[in-house]
């Protein structure tokens, strides 16, 4: 047996136009290569955008291609990407 225990590839979003949903959120980072998961953090009661979110890539390489690109534009705003807390 493999002591193989899977790295995941977890990136906070933050500064989201409240504009932007999970389809726009994964498409924007899928040209850093393949996205596995998108999420957009949204108010329960409100139902609107938080402005944060989470994109999870399936490989490193898209991953650390994401982390340094040094500023990321979505519909007119500089967002705030860094490695998000696996808790």
């Not at 493999?2 to 899928?30: A, C, I």
Request: aromatic share 16%; with cysteine; glycine share 8%.
């Amino acid at each position: 047996m493999s002591n193989f225990v899977r790295q995941t590839y977890k990136l906070f979003v933050g500064n989201l136009p409240w504009t932007v949903g999970q389809k726009e959120l994964q498409t924007y980072f899928s040209k850093f290569g393949h996205v596995a998961n998108s999420a957009i953090v949204y108010d329960k009661q409100q139902g609107f955008s938080k402005g944060y979110g989470f994109v999870t890539f399936s490989s490193s390489d898209a991953y650390n291609s994401a982390c340094n690109q040094n500023i990321h534009f979505l519909e007119g705003r500089v967002l705030s990407v860094k490695e998000a807390n696996n808790n």
